[in-house]
Every structure is written in C-alpha cells, then in structure tokens.
C-alpha cells in the first residue's frame, strides 16, 4: 500500500544496496574452477591467445561463444589432431589447451561455468583498472572517471543499475572517495540543466550563423544585379 502511493506521488525508491555482499559476489568471490582456468593461461600465452573461444577460432568464425557446447569440442578435437601431433614443446602446450577445451566444453553446464569465468575476468579487470587510476589519484575517482567504468560495466550487464551499484560497492569497500550523481539528485539535475542550456546555446549560434551567411548570400547577390544593371545601362 505504501510503496503504491509513493509511486502515485513520483517519488523515486532508490533500493538499499549491501556494499559487502555485492562486492564480495561481482569482484572477490572467485566462481567455479576458476584456479584450473587460470592455470591454463600460461599455455594460452604461446599462441596469444586469451581464452578458449580464441584459441579454437581458425579466424573465419564470429561468436564462436554461441556454439553448443558438441561443436566447441570438436573444433577443440581436431585441432589437437591437426596441428599438435609434433614431440615439442608448442605442441605439448597445444594439446594441453586443446584437452582443456573438451572439459570446459564437454556439457552445456561446463560451458556455462567457463562463461562465467569469462564474465568475472572482464569486470574484475574493469574494476582492478579503476583501482590503479584511485592509487594514481590518491584515493579519489571524479564523476567523469567513474562514469567511465560505469559505462564499461554496463556493457557487461546490459544494467546501468547493477552496473553503478557494483561499481558504487567497489568504491567503498576499497575506500575509494567517489560520490556520484546517482546519490545527489540536486547535482545531477543541475549538470543535467547546464547540458541542455549548452545544447541551446548551440543550437542558437547555429541558427544565428546560417542567418548571417544567408544575408551575405542575398546581399552579394544583390551587389552583383546591380553591377550587371549599371554594366548593362552603360553599354
């Protein structure tokens, strides 16, 4: 009943947010087999490579991550087969790879775990990045920079909320100074009214210029007539 007239009257429930319990579920909390999957980045380094959908890629494929599961691992089974079949040491680590991809492609719930793991790669290394600018800035990150990691995270979730409240949890579990507009609605309206206003003020300009060159057109055109009038009045 509340919350149903507080809806009635416009204002806006901005939803309590566990800084630790997000934190500790988007950056700390490593998800399964996440150690295996690390392992197997020294391997993945000959072929510079960082995953295994770029590893298996021969080059010709887009969105090999949307593959089932089967054909993943049977790119992974014949590229073993193909190209890895030498006594040396590119071809130990090429098979190494290779029998990593059948496990993590073995079943559809093995991929989802090593989509998972992909997922929590990106946006811990979105999150470890904005660590470093805060070491660089003494603790600090301003709206614009955070903004910035906000946007990358969003690209993730496809959710600008999730994305500002993990970024928001982040910030101040690492005791990162960020105070964004999102908790400042008077700021952000007022950043959002100085925007509009420099929009106008543009599209004023604009106008004002197009006027301008439309009277030294006419006036040049004007100035021409008559040079022809009195060129034609005098022959």
Do not use: H
């Not at 566990?18 to 934190?23: G, P």
């Not at 030498?86 to 190494?96: E, I, R």
């Amino acid at each position: 009943m509340v919350k149903k007239r507080v809806s009635t009257l416009g204002i806006k429930i901005i939803q309590k947010v566990d800084y630790q319990i997000t934190y500790d579920k988007y950056y700390k909390s490593k998800p399964k087999n996440a150690e295996a999957f690390d392992g197997m980045k020294t391997y993945l380094k000959p072929f510079n490579k960082d995953d295994y959908y770029a590893f298996l890629n021969p080059g010709t494929l887009q969105n090999l991550d949307k593959l089932p599961f089967d054909k993943l691992k049977q790119l992974a089974q014949e590229k073993k087969k193909k190209e890895f079949y030498k006594n040396d040491t590119y071809s130990s680590a090429g098979k190494k790879v290779c029998e990593a991809c059948e496990l993590a492609f073995k079943d559809e719930s093995s991929k989802t775990i090593y989509n998972d793991y992909l997922a929590w790669c990106k946006r811990r290394s979105i999150l470890d990045n904005a660590k470093e600018i805060a070491k660089i800035t003494d603790k600090k990150m301003s709206d614009e920079q955070g903004d910035i990691y906000i946007g990358k995270l969003t690209e993730l979730f496809k959710d600008r909320t999730l994305a500002e409240n993990i970024f928001i949890s982040f910030c101040k579990i690492e005791k990162i100074e960020y105070n964004p507009d999102l908790y400042n609605p008077g700021k952000k309206e007022e950043k959002a009214r100085k925007a509009a206003e420099e929009k106008a003020r543009k599209a004023a300009e604009e106008r004002e210029r197009k006027a301008a060159e439309e009277k030294a057109r006419k006036a040049a055109e004007e100035k021409a007539r008559k040079a022809a009038e009195e060129r034609k009045e005098s022959s």
